[in-house]
């Protein structure tokens, strides 16, 4: 008695397997995010990210040019102040660090690459949250709709292509869309973190971004025990005119990563988090894990979950290996 249906015929060869794979990952369907400091003269190391940098006006300029080179989709900017406030006006300042690097990164790189820009106040505020906070102290959701609308035309005049809400702020693409169209910039896109839960897994970027919180998110990013919000997040950024809708953290949240792709209209994007690469890397450096087999098999079950593209710290290594 043998085996009538035999799976394996379809990976008998290399070449066999090529033809049948179901997913593929290029190097166009990556996106770098990247940190800019403001005021250092050398690229600072970020010890729980190793290998990631704050980069220098100049090094990320080298990074932008790099990462057109190696062909990637996008790169997303993250800015480090050198001093903060209440309502975080840093990030709304033509001449602050966020808004300075994007002038940079469109001027080196052009239409070359898709630039985008976190639009959100937590790299700007001296205590840390996503928004500005009431008497109470707690973050109050209307008040930040008009920073962040600020901020985001403060971003695409610096020459970003696409804003990313990252601040789980009701209402924010929709205010955001809003405020592009009545200054004419009908043609800038928003790349929303629809589904943006409160993960552990972003600890190493609150190094990366020196960020000041205390405390949590919990009363604006999702409760990770919740698939079905995701939905509700989405439909609404869907609603409100976001042109890519986001998963946030990846790995954790393939399941609301796949039903999400299953109902958006637009492109999806995930983001693998900080702590996802410095996790992976933490195994590398011991010798625990092949990195190269590691990141490529993450960014291929990321896509297979329903991805169109991968925000990933990797991203420069990953498309070299893809060549
Ligand atoms: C908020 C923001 C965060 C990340 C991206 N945008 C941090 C947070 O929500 O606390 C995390 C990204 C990562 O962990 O790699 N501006």
Redesign the pocket.
């Known amino acids: 008695m043998y085996p009538t249906s035999r799976p394996r015929r379809l990976r008998t060869t290399a070449a066999m397997r090529r033809l049948v794979a179901e997913t593929t990952v290029g190097p166009h369907q990556l996106v770098l ?1 990247v940190f800019v400091k403001q005021g250092v003269a050398e690229p600072v190391p970020i010890p729980s990210m190793p290998g990631v940098v704050q980069h220098t006006r100049d090094s990320l300029r080298k990074a932008a040019a790099e990462a057109v080179a190696v062909g990637l989709g996008g790169i997303m900017l993250f800015g480090v102040p050198a001093t903060r406030d209440a309502t975080g006006s840093g990030g709304i300042d033509p001449d602050g660090v966020l808004n300075t690097a994007v002038r940079d990164v469109r001027a080196e790189v052009g239409d070359d690459i898709v630039i985008m820009a ?1 639009t ?1 106040l ?2 700007f505020t001296d205590h840390g949250h ?1 928004g500005l906070l009431d008497a109470a102290g707690r973050v109050d959701n209307d008040a930040t709709l008009a920073v962040y609308a600020q901020m985001a035309l403060a971003q695409v005049q610096a020459g970003a292509h696409l804003v990313g809400l ?2 789980m702020m009701d209402g924010q693409v929709g205010v955001v869309r809003a405020a592009l169209d009545a200054a004419g910039h009908h043609d800038a896109g928003i790349l929303a973190y629809s589904a ?1 839960y409160a993960s552990v ?2 600890g ?3 190094d990366a971004v020196e ?1 000041q919180l205390r405390g949590d ?1 919990l009363t604006y ?1 999702q409760d990770p025990a919740n698939a079905r919000e995701a939905l509700r997040e989405a439909a609404l950024d869907l609603a409100e005119g976001a042109d890519i809708v986001m998963v946030k953290p990846a790995m954790s949240y393939l399941d609301v990563l796949h039903a999400v792709a299953g109902i958006s209209d637009v492109p999806v994007a995930a ?1 693998q ?3 996802e690469y410095a996790m992976v890397e933490a195994a590398v450096a011991r010798g625990w894990l092949d990195r190269r087999r590691t990141v490529l098999e993450t960014l291929t079950s990321i896509r297979r979950a329903g991805a169109d593209l991968v925000l990933t710290y990797w991203a420069m290594q990953a498309a070299g290996w893809m060549r």
């Open positions: 995010p976190d959100c937590d790299e996503c990252s601040g943006k897994w972003y190493p970027f609150r960020s998110r990013q983001y988090v900080s702590g």
